[in-house]
């Protein structure tokens, strides 16, 4: 079945940096299309950045651009979005996402704070 668990999230203090990684097992990865959405306390979730098949386009929620890079390693089925100047309103749980057509899967989140 299609599995994708992210790692990487964690207690940072403002203007520091996590990398996060989404790895993706049972589907073929290079055909989805990779995501990066958040999710804060009362709050819906929202998009913050996505990646085409092959690396060809990327796209970003205007809020992280410049601080945010969102990649995949297809020979290693993974997704990466590393984040730098992290501020507290990045605070929030981060979910990876792969689409395909009208196919979508979720992984389970994990917890983004930063905090002084």
């Known amino acids: 079945q299609v599995q994708l668990v992210e790692s990487g999230g964690g207690l940072v203090q403002p203007g520091g940096s996590l990398r996060l990684s989404c790895t993706a097992s049972g589907l073929s990865f290079s055909s989805y299309v990779m995501s990066w959405y958040r999710q804060a306390p009362g709050k819906e979730r929202e998009l913050v950045a996505s990646i085409s098949n092959f690396s060809l386009s990327t796209t970003y929620a205007d809020s992280v651009k410049g601080r945010f890079t969102i990649s995949r390693d297809n020979a290693k089925n993974t997704m990466y979005l590393q984040m730098n100047g992290l501020k507290p309103e990045d605070t929030a749980v981060y979910y990876c996402?792969?689409?395909?057509?009208?196919?979508?899967?979720w992984g389970q989140g994990t917890q983004v704070t930063v905090s002084s």
């Open positions: 996402k792969a689409s395909k057509f009208r196919f979508s899967a």
